[in-house]
């Protein structure tokens, strides 16, 4: 069974430095095709998508935001990490991890709530 | 980037019905790469259809996906209760990089 599940902060102050972690099960992203992305959603409003690692530890980051993002992966511990700088108020969303498979996301973690506000 | 508008903004209909859901894409969609989602209050988006047409694991026949180029269709061919959800549709674009886009959203409410 695959599973995923978000972890972070609830609450950053402006200008910091968030940090969210995806742990998984149920796959490995040591095997060949495997990919996690993350994706947002402020409250009441549509997905957006951040940022995508592949097994061979390849890394796609939404063009908007590639400035302020980094994603990386522990497979020894199937972890993967999203780091976004400089935080400001509009970031304040519900963040989701997935599995990633080309052009879908298959399987998606519950989702971790962050606001962002001084 | 490609820009997906999704129509109606919400669609008010009856259990057992038939609901008819737009997805128009900016551009022509690569390789059909167009999903779609479910997503309940407070739930995680859950995927029903891939490819524009294909199914997902576990997902009811009443879902159906149609469409190529920039213009796809979900049509839930007789509603259920628990049909009545927000639905994305999403593209998947390879050049000149990877990337991700979704649309706005449709709601489906009980009439």
């Known amino acids: 069974q695959v599973t995923l599940k978000e972890s972070g902060p609830a609450l950053v102050k402006p200008t910091q430095t968030l940090t969210l972690t995806c742990t998984f099960s149920?796959?490995?992203?040591?095997?060949?095709?495997?990919?996690v992305s993350w994706i947002r959603q402020p409250p009441g409003k549509a997905l957006e998508w951040l940022a995508r690692?592949?097994?061979?530890?390849?890394?796609f980051y939404s063009t908007s935001l590639k400035t302020r993002l980094t994603i990386s992966k522990d497979t020894s511990k199937n972890q993967v990490v999203l780091t976004m700088t400089n935080v400001d108020p509009v970031d304040t969303a519900t963040y989701y991890c997935?599995?990633?498979?080309?052009?879908?996301?298959?399987?998606w973690g519950q989702g971790t709530m962050v606001t962002v506000s001084s | 980037e490609i820009v997906l508008t999704q129509s109606p903004g919400t669609l008010s209909l009856s259990p057992g019905e038939r609901a008819t859901l737009s997805c128009r894409a900016s551009?022509?969609?690569?390789?059909?790469?167009l999903a779609w989602y479910q997503q309940k209050p407070g739930q995680a988006p859950r995927l029903l259809i891939y490819?524009?047409?294909s199914r997902a694991t576990g997902i009811p026949d009443r879902f159906s996906g149609s469409g190529s180029g920039t213009d796809f269709t979900l049509t839930i061919s007789r509603l259920e209760p628990e049909d009545f959800a927000v639905y994305y549709c999403?593209?998947?674009?390879?050049?000149?990089?990877?990337?991700?886009?979704f649309g706005q959203g449709t709601k489906l409410e009980i009439k």
């Open positions: 997935a599995r990633t498979a080309v052009s879908l996301f298959d399987i």
């Open positions: 149920g796959f490995s992203l040591r095997t060949s095709g495997m990919r």
């Open positions: 690692i592949d097994w061979d530890d390849d890394k």
């Open positions: 551009q022509s969609v690569s390789s059909n790469y």
């Open positions: 490819v524009a047409s």
């Open positions: 999403q593209q998947y674009g390879s050049s000149p990089a990877p990337g991700y886009s």
